[in-house]
């Protein structure tokens, strides 16, 4: 058990501990500050990211684990890894955090979301046709490889 939980702290503290801890391992395999630049998508707005798919995830999550989100946060990242220098646009932001979260919660959960649930919680934004082409994008970006190490992995 962690100690933020031994503690006996609320359901909100342990995610953002567990987040915390989720983003530290993330960076022994991404260097963050090298994938988030000025040039691509800066640090800060990555932050604005991050709350998004928690607000996403929040509204979930009496159907979704914690580990689903962090699925997402990293698929995230490993897409951004992959492209380069490139710019991104918000449009394409917004669309890649709720694909990498549909994947996540593919990956980690015995329930899924649907891109259709997808399309309502982006104010129909985006068509179903988008959020499967965001798919392959993602899944060709990380070699279709959704292994994503956790606790158990790295003996910690």
């Known amino acids: 058990m962690c100690k933020v939980a031994a503690q006996g702290c ?7 501990h567990e987040l ?3 983003e530290r391992q993330q960076r022994t395999f991404i260097d963050l500050n090298k994938v988030y630049t ?4 800066s640090l ?8 998004f798919m928690r607000d996403v995830w929040s509204d979930l999550k009496a159907h979704v684990s914690i580990e689903a989100l962090r699925a997402a946060l990293i698929y995230f990242d490993r897409y951004m890894s992959s492209r380069s220098t490139q710019e ?14 549909v994947v996540g919660i593919k990956y980690m959960e015995t329930r899924v979301v ?3 649930h997808m399309v309502r919680v982006s104010g129909s934004r985006y068509t179903l ?9 993602l899944l060709s970006a990380i070699d279709w490889n959704l292994h994503i190490c956790n606790s158990h992995d790295t003996g910690v």
Do not use: K, P, W
């Open 10 to 16: 609320n359901g909100l503290d342990l995610m953002a």
């Open 20 to 22: 915390a801890y989720d």
């Open 38 to 41: 000025e040039d691509t998508l």
């Open 44 to 51: 800060d707005h990555r932050q604005v990211v991050v709350d």
């Open 88 to 101: 991104i646009t918000e449009a394409e932001v917004e669309l890649m955090s709720l694909t990498c979260l």
């Open 114 to 116: 649907s891109f259709e």
């Open 129 to 137: 046709d988008d959020f499967v082409a965001a798919e392959l994008l």
